[in-house]
């Protein structure tokens, strides 16, 4: 058994519990009625829009008891609406009090519709405009106009109830090596200044804080699993940045004269003063920070964060050390799947001791910085639930007859992982082989696409659907996410997904990860992250540029879930292949007794 980690990066304590929710529900809508509101919306959100949220940011689980990712509440005086999408239908039921609130299904129910069916009279719906970007704004304002009600800014409504709220994280910054980013900060800096001085724009406004950690070649530990320094930034057109945050984070890094330090509190001063035009994301951007540009009487050029897609198409030196952090990984990936083989079918196992297992022998590298995101370990009809997460109160024994669906990845200084496998623990039923084996067929597919440039993850999500399709299932996520360079697991602007319109680029990297999910029964996902290649031409081929996807994740997939006799000749072909180059790469990584189990395991079809 591995050594035990020192540190521990997942905790398995409930963070709500649904009986909170009513009071503090009813001390919002107190609050609601003292501020002449109709209704007041609560996304799951900070400032900067990004996945993760610090504590102080946990407004949408402190109220309703959701722990997700994605969603929001919208609270009027008589029913309280907490909007979820696919990933979180089965959690929501479980984490809110179904007294005081109701489950929507969403994007199925627009907000916009909800809020005319139960305000027919109108009235104002307050919002922080902090929290909300203004293209949501823009675009709930339109819909919500010609029924008489409008959206009010106003403070934050949780905040002013919230009694012991946490504090704005504080944790220092420090510097990311050069020679894995493969430029440095002033080539990157240059490079942005050069696309605004094209547009005619003086400045940008940027608000993500991995773009601005992208930029500037720094890290930080500001949120959990995310490796970044919350901050605001003003980039001008002649390279120069003023960053917004609280100076002091920044001590280590040294003074740099084409970046100027200031305090939080100065940045809607700054933003007021600014000549333009100046770029603002709308899809990104705090609406507040429109009040502000346009209160002051400065130009605004709406437009994307001018960092995101430099940022998704990784230098060669960035593949070359994500790369080097995936062998790291799937070797200490290899070592979990032997201990739990191994140990598994004794029926002693629990869903947290296997994290804890996992986290152990990543830990073991001494390169790990942290978890990517916490662990999905899930057995049973656990794993049913895409974005499972095992507390000591659900915690699952893993019995002989189960699948195992095990999640997971790590952060380390040259790179971020997240790789998802689902084992076989004992004799399996036909019905889970076929689903198991239809997964497979759909991440084979997107794995050997070859695909013209040109091409959008929406046009490339229907071949890992298409054997689901063809037996009557499907899933109710997107296909793959964008994954950074230690930097977020799930990155935009890239993904394979039905309404991703974005045209793949060399460089990018991307998840890969069908599944299917069988409420109160079981669940199935398998994933690897692909990296988007030039393709060679080929003989006969036309003139024409060619992409393809390069497999960065080296793991097997367990072949005791496969009904190989429903692959094709190409699919038995890729699988072989995979698992051989699996066994080449990790080899040398790992210890004489995993390397004989992973012979057994990769064994060809």
Not at 17 to 43: K, N
Not at 335 to 359: N, S, Y
Not at 450 to 458: E, V
């Amino acid at each position: 058994m591995t050594q035990t980690s020192p540190t521990r990066y997942q905790s398995f304590s409930a963070a709500t519990r649904p009986e909170q929710g009513p009071p503090r529900l009813a001390a919002l809508r107190d609050d609601m009625a003292r501020e002449g509101l109709s209704g007041y919306l609560v996304p799951r959100a900070d400032a900067h829009q990004g996945e993760y949220v610090a504590p102080r940011d946990e407004r949408l689980a402190w109220l309703t008891g959701f722990t997700g990712s994605a969603g929001f509440c919208a609270v009027l005086p008589e029913v309280a609406g907490v909007f979820v999408d696919g990933r979180y239908r089965v959690q929501v039921k479980a984490q809110v009090a179904g007294t005081a609130f109701t489950p929507v299904n969403w994007p199925e129910t627009a907000l916009e519709d909800w809020l005319k069916e139960h305000l027919p009279q109108g009235g104002a719906v307050g919002f922080d405009p902090w929290l909300h970007t203004s293209q949501e704004v823009d675009r709930l304002e339109a819909a919500l106009g010609p029924a008489q009600i409008t959206l009010r800014p106003v403070d934050n409504r949780i905040d002013a109830i919230w009694p012991d709220q946490p504090e704005r994280p504080d944790a220092p910054a420090e510097a990311f090596p050069a020679e894995i980013a493969g430029k440095t900060s002033g080539e990157k800096r240059a490079e942005i200044a050069q696309i605004l001085a094209r547009a005619g724009q003086a400045a940008a406004v940027l608000t993500l804080p991995d773009s601005i950690c992208w930029l500037l070649n720094i890290r930080g530990g500001d949120l959990p699993n995310l490796p970044v320094v919350q901050a605001f930034a003003i980039l001008e057109a002649s390279g120069h940045v003023t960053l917004f945050s609280e100076p002091a984070k920044f001590a280590a890094l040294g003074p740099d004269p084409a970046i100027t330090l200031k305090h939080w509190d100065e940045f809607e001063t700054a933003l007021a003063a600014l000549k333009g035009p100046v770029r603002l994301d709308p899809a990104s951007a705090p609406h507040k920070l429109r009040m502000v540009l346009e209160a002051a009487g400065v130009e605004i050029a709406p437009g994307e964060d001018p960092c995101i897609l430099p940022k998704a198409r990784k230098t060669e030196a960035e593949i070359r050390a994500t790369t080097a952090a995936h062998i790291r990984d799937g070797a200490a990936f290899a070592r979990f799947l032997h201990w739990f083989d191994e140990t598994a079918p004794a029926g002693d196992l629990t869903e947290i001791d296997c994290v804890r297992a996992l986290e152990d022998f990543r830990a073991e590298t001494g390169a790990m910085r942290d978890i990517s995101f916490d662990t999905i370990s899930a057995a049973g009809a656990n794993a049913a639930l895409p974005h499972y997460r095992v507390t000591d109160a659900s915690n699952a024994p893993i019995r002989p007859g189960q699948v195992y669906l095990v999640d997971s990845g790590a952060q380390y200084q040259d790179g971020t992982t997240d790789i998802t496998r689902t084992l076989a623990v004992g004799e399996m039923s036909d019905e889970v082989r076929g689903a198991f084996t239809q997964v497979l067929r759909g991440m084979i597919a997107v794995s050997r696409a070859r695909f013209p440039k040109g091409i959008a993850g929406r046009d490339l999500d229907s071949l890992a659907r298409m054997p689901l399709w063809q037996a009557g299932r499907d899933f109710d996520h997107g296909t793959g996410h964008g994954v950074g360079v230690y930097l977020s697991v799930h990155e935009g602007p890239q993904r394979i997904s039905r309404v991703s319109t974005l045209p793949l680029q060399p460089g990018m990297i991307l998840s890969n990860e069908p599944g299917y999910y069988r409420e109160g029964a079981f669940g199935i996902r398998i994933e690897n992250l692909i990296v988007v290649r030039e393709a060679p031409p080929l003989p006969g081929g036309d003139p024409r540029e060619m992409l393809e996807f390069e497999t960065i994740t080296w793991a097997p997939i367990d072949r005791r879930l496969i009904d190989a006799e429903a692959l094709n000749g190409d699919e038995i072909a890729w699988i072989d292949a995979y698992h051989a180059r699996t066994v080449e790469i990790l080899r040398p990584h790992l210890p004489p007794d995993t390397v004989a189990w992973l012979e057994r395991a990769t064994a060809p079809l």
